[in-house]
T-cell receptor, first 110, second 115 residues
Framework: DAKTTQPPSMDCAEGRAANLPCNHSTISGNEYVYWYRQIHSQGPQYIIHGLKNNETNEMASLIITEDRKSSTLILPHATLRDTAVYYCIVLIGTASKLTFGTGTRLQVTL | DVKVTQSSRYLVKRTGEKVFLECVQDMDHENMFWYRQDPGLGLRLIYFSYDVKMKEKGDIPEGYSVSREKKERFSLILESASTNQTSMYLC??????????????FGQGTRLTVV
């Protein structure tokens, strides 16, 4: 599975868009990009995933570059409850070993 | 709603004890995972299983074993607990063969302290 690189921490003002980058330059053609987040003291929670097209759901949008070497998770209107560690993961299929890096700690402030 | 239940929220064990951490899921998921989480090290995969009686080593399997005798239950075993196994342990499950539903669901975690 491809490795990912994320900044260790980011800040965002409440109400503004939070744009969380992820680099996955060694991604292969059949690997998906997944995003999870972990709010303090809870288990990680799935946010969104995609292969090559941009995706949007009720939580977030995922923008994947044309060469698929990087992606951005967008929280359009961040709230204090979005303060969490965000993990970007790439993997093939559903039986792959699901491994997490150290993620990006997003702090949303007033 | 998918539910992943870990048997204990907090556990204190003595060095050298055999420790069982149990995880049960109620959605007929094929895949199950065990992680540990330590400050500054993120979530690290210990073992995973993609079917009954099947297991694969993760990134840090040393000192651990697992058992999956039934589809809904995945047990993590510390054969002889040591203080460096003090950690938060998280279990997860996911569907095995449908790319449209590949999110993993996590339990609330077991905080294990080995004294």
């Amino acid at each position: 599975d491809a490795k990912t690189t994320q900044p260790p921490s980011m800040d965002c003002a409440e109400g503004r868009a939070a744009n969380l980058p992820c680099n996955h330059s060694t991604i292969s053609g059949n690997e998906y990009v997944y995003w999870y987040r972990q709010i303090h003291s809870q288990g990680p929670q799935y946010i969104i995933h995609g292969l090559k097209n941009n995706e949007t759901n009720e939580m977030a949008s995922l923008i994947i570059t044309e060469d698929r070497k990087s992606s951005t998770l967008i929280l359009p209107h961040a709230t204090l409850r979005d303060t969490a560690v965000y993990y970007c993961i790439v993997l093939i299929g559903t039986a792959s070993k699901l491994t997490f890096g150290t993620g990006t700690r997003l702090q949303v402030t007033l | 709603d998918v539910k992943v239940t870990q048997s204990s929220r907090y556990l204190v064990k003595r060095t050298g004890e055999k420790v069982f951490l149990e995880c049960v899921q109620d959605m007929d998921h094929e895949n199950m995972f065990w992680y540990r989480q330590d400050p500054g090290l993120g979530l690290r995969l210990i073992y995973f299983s993609y079917d009954v009686k099947m297991k694969e080593k993760g990134d840090i399997p040393e000192g651990y074993s697992v058992s999956r005798e039934k589809k809904e239950r995945f047990s993590l075993i510390l054969e002889s607990a040591s203080t460096n196994q003090t950690s938060m342990y998280l279990c997860a499950s996911s569907l095995g063969d449908n790319l449209r539903n590949t999110e993993a669901f996590f339990g609330q975690g077991t905080r294990l302290t080995v004294v």
